[in-house]
């Protein structure tokens, strides 16, 4: 039998058919919109990274807590943020990869978390609400969302929806909703991401242990 999310990705769906139909209900206006913030987006985030000036979490990341200390999410967030980049076209569709390399990052200080895979809601000013499939991290106590920063240069996400990145304890979360549907285990890594990700993973421990060093 087929392995569910070997066939359907990491969201338990086939995303690439989620997005046509997305697509397919759209006013001609809302088409245009959607195909011109696609290629704004390709063309900055290409500069952004010709540049190496794609955007670090850490630059507006909201934290509360000190396990792990501040410096220390500092670079879990950043090597995430720039190990996704590298290995995609850019984060802001990437939800799953982000929080994968985070919670490997997060392994080498001995710290536990889980990749969730969910649903979000947010409020957007003077429209309706806007849901959709997402991916975040989960310690025993705290949530990790550190991609959030980059929700925007995906065009299936309002413009106006800027959220920054948060790390703290869940009751604490007020700008955003969360409904965990389901984990992927270190184990699933290489199915429901990409083959090559235990390599990777490995090289974003590496990088972010050089770091932590200093």
């Known amino acids: 039998m087929t392995d569910r999310f070997e066939k ?3 969201f338990g769906k086939d995303m690439e058919q989620v997005s046509h139909a997305y697509f397919s209900k759209l006013s001609p206006r809302k088409k245009r919109d959607f195909l011109r913030r696609e290629l704004e987006a390709g063309l900055w985030i290409k500069e952004q990274k010709a540049k190496n000036e ?9 934290s ?26 850019g984060r802001g569709r990437q939800g799953p990869l982000f929080a994968a390399f985070a919670r490997a990052v ?5 710290v536990a978390s889980e990749v969730v895979i969910g649903w979000a809601r947010y409020l957007v000013p003077e429209q309706t609400p806007f849901e959709w499939d997402y991916a975040w ?9 550190g991609n959030s ?17 948060y790390w703290g304890p869940r009751e604490r979360v007020h700008d955003r909703q969360l409904t965990k549907i389901r984990t992927v285990t270190v184990e699933r890594e290489a199915l429901e991401l990409n083959p090559d990700f235990p390599i990777w993973r490995k090289d974003a421990q590496q990088h972010a242990l050089s770091l932590l060093k200093v």
């Open 64 to 89: 509360l807590g000190e396990i792990p200390p501040r410096a220390v999410r500092n670079v879990v967030l950043d090597v995430a943020a720039q190990f996704t980049d590298r290995y995609s076209e």
């Open 8 to 10: 359907f990705g990491p």
């Open 106 to 110: 997060l392994e080498t200080q001995g």
């Open 54 to 62: 794609r955007p670090l979490p850490s630059t507006k990341l909201f």
């Open 137 to 145: 991290l989960e310690t025993e106590l705290e949530v990790i969302d």
């Open 149 to 165: 920063d980059t929700l925007n240069e995906n065009p299936m996400v309002p413009e106006t929806l800027i959220r920054t990145p």
